[in-house]
């Protein structure tokens, strides 16, 4: 895959292996970790989840992050879901926005999804109000739905949803 796609700041570009570096990063920082685990043991990440395209978040050509979409082809239940993060030097600034709605634009007009998901966890307040900027909804609470990165427990996530219409 060669696209890119094009937000108002950043560039999504496919996960490159020049990326992939930054990325671990990235991913390693404190912040990133809590939420995403660690990717330490698994020498192939981020090209080791097969159905997933990954794209790299890029920002004046600096890598900032990753966002990523699994599409579910069954025509009954058809619908994309997206994860993404950021590096926390960049948080605060509407990269994230920019981010999620230049992946929600092009699951709905490019890949014609006409419902995408996303499922951040229920006490990550910063997310919640990016993904509602972006048209997302509050579905409902998935009930101890993710294990602790630390492996300690359960937490719960939301889970949110954006029809096409209410892209913003």
Known sequence: MSIELRGETVVLAPVAEAHVPELRR???????????????????????????????????????????????A????????VDVFLDPV??????????????????????????????PAADNAAAIRCYKAVGFREVGIMRRYERDTEGGGWHDGLLMDLLAEDLT
């Open 90 to 119: 960049a948080h605060g600034r509407g990269l994230g926005m920019d981010t999620v709605r230049t992946m929600a634009r092009h699951l709905v007009h490019d890949r014609g999804h006409h419902r995408l998901v996303i499922d």
């Open 26 to 72: 990235i991913v390693s920082t404190v912040e990133v970790r809590e939420r995403w685990g660690s990717v330490d043991g698994s020498p192939t990440w981020p090209f080791d989840e097969p159905g997933v395209v990954c794209f790299a978040v890029l920002e004046d050509g600096v890598v900032r992050g990753l966002v990523q979409y699994g599409e579910e």
């Open 74 to 81: 069954d025509p009954m239940y058809r619908h994309a879901s």
